[in-house]
């Protein structure tokens, strides 16, 4: 079937996540880029260990608790720098393509949306900041269900908010492990690889690899 739909990871998709840590990299130093690929790192662990253990505690929450783990072990303990940090990540700025590609998109007809772990209100204010909202609808939290991709009851709530069979549906997400679990799940998937690191999860057979957004359109001959 025809894709008449596109949703969007956020973080790390549309949504540039080390622009935190690179607007306060003066006030860190050198280890700025490690600390911020360690405050990732951290984040994500804590979804999956959560959803496994069946707990849930909100995105924004795990991303404090997360950076809070990079900045301890990096024998950093600055109040203010934290506030900082955190205050930024809620207006993350978009990659550069992001914008163009969303256009493009939409002028072809297709309904563009989101399905993110953020939380409702971090993904208005992040949308917002970025100018963005008025170009992504439906914004999907996975905080309505109280667990995190990639469980696939994250991807059945888009089908269902959607009203389309899952072959309906185009997913983008830079998360390997994400577009694992959209592609099991049955979208037509995106994996977006701006790095040229190892396929994972057998997406080069799984899923359409991509170096940027800017190729979905032509990728879909549209």
Do not use: C
Request: negative net charge.
């Amino acid at each position: 079937m025809p894709i008449a739909a596109i949703l969007f990871d956020a973080y790390g998709t549309l949504l540039d996540i080390h622009a935190a840590m690179a607007t306060h990299q003066a006030r860190i130093g050198p280890r700025a880029a490690e600390i911020s690929a360690l405050w990732r790192q951290k984040q994500l662990e804590y979804t999956w260990t959560l959803t496994l253990a069946q707990d849930y505690r909100p995105f924004d929450t795990v991303t404090a608790e997360a950076l809070d783990f990079a900045l301890a072990q990096h024998g950093i303990d600055d109040a203010a720098l934290r506030a900082d940090l955190l205050a930024t990540y809620r207006v993350l700025p978009p990659f550069p393509e992001v914008v163009g590609a969303l256009a493009t998109l939409r002028r072809k007809g297709l309904r563009l949306g989101v399905l993110s772990n953020g939380t409702g209100t971090m993904l208005d204010a992040a949308f917002a900041a970025a100018g963005l909202e008025e170009m992504l609808d439906p914004i999907l939290s996975v905080d309505t269900l109280r667990i995190y991709k990639p469980d696939p009851r994250v991807y059945a709530m888009a089908t269902n908010a959607l009203a389309l069979a899952p072959s309906e549906i185009g997913f983008v997400s830079s998360n390997a492990w994400d577009a694992m679990g959209a592609a099991r799940f049955g979208f037509h998937v995106f994996s977006l690889r701006r790095r040229p690191d190892p396929v994972e999860y057998d997406l080069n057979s799984r899923a359409t690899l991509i170096a940027h957004l800017g190729e979905i359109a032509a990728t879909l001959g549209q």
